[in-house]
């Protein structure tokens, strides 16, 4: 049961595993099919979903066909996520953040790339910021960034922006240790979404 005020936004069904050759329908109407059994995958429901009221979601799955030894059983065997946004908001998977050192070496400053993609799914242009907060492991805020631009009516826009943190703490086996990536939506003066993301700092090299 959705509650009504569900209306106006978007609604997507997130699978982190099926096994396998899985179709999925909501409310009657079918939404997509996924054959592998390892995969994750969601599909946008928003328009064939009842906000005020009941849907019925049906998942039938075909195992008859194998898919290499991993996995016997059959099903749905990991989490199912419902997820609401607004229709201005990032992207499914939209965040992005790398950090890069002078020389490759992790002594000094580090460059942090910031990358955000967000989906304007209304009839309208629409202006948004994407502030960037960048927060230490001790939680508390290391860095910012801001970028503004305007997202076409029906379309996705990548906004990218960099931040440096003079002296960071860098991840190790021993010492694992983790910042955490703030990006906030905001238009016409109102927040719209906001994503936080784990990620480290540190270099890789043979």
Do not use: C, M
């Not at 064939?48 to 799955?61: E, F, H, L, Q, T």
């Not at 066909?65 to 499914?92: C, D, M, N």
């Not at 990548?158 to 910042?179: I, M, Q, S």
Request: glycine share 10%; aromatic share 12%; charged share 20%.
């Amino acid at each position: 049961t959705l509650p009504a005020t569900d209306a106006g936004r978007r609604v997507w069904l997130e699978f982190d595993g099926v096994f396998r050759d899985s179709v999925v329908f909501v409310n009657g109407w079918f939404v997509g099919r996924h054959e592998s059994g390892y995969g994750s995958f969601r599909y946008d429901i928003t328009n064939v979903v009842n906000p005020g009221g009941k849907n019925v979601v049906a998942v039938r799955v075909d195992a008859s066909q194998f898919e290499g030894w991993f996995y016997e059983g059959a099903g749905i065997y990991r989490h199912v996520w419902l997820v609401k946004t607004s229709p201005l908001a990032v992207a499914p998977d939209g965040v992005f953040v790398w950090s890069r050192f002078k020389h490759n070496l992790p002594v000094g400053p580090a460059e942090l790339h910031l990358e955000t993609r967000l989906s304007n799914a209304t009839r309208a242009a629409a202006a948004a910021t994407v502030t960037w907060t960048i927060l230490g492991p001790d939680g508390k805020t290391v860095a910012k960034a801001q970028r503004s631009a305007k997202v076409d009516a029906g379309a996705v826009l990548d906004l990218t922006g960099t931040a440096r943190v003079p002296a960071p703490a860098l991840w190790a086996p021993e010492t694992p240790r983790l910042y955490r990536l703030r990006a906030e939506v905001t238009s016409g003066g109102k927040l719209v979404d906001r994503i936080e993301t784990e990620f480290s700092i540190r270099t890789v090299a043979f």
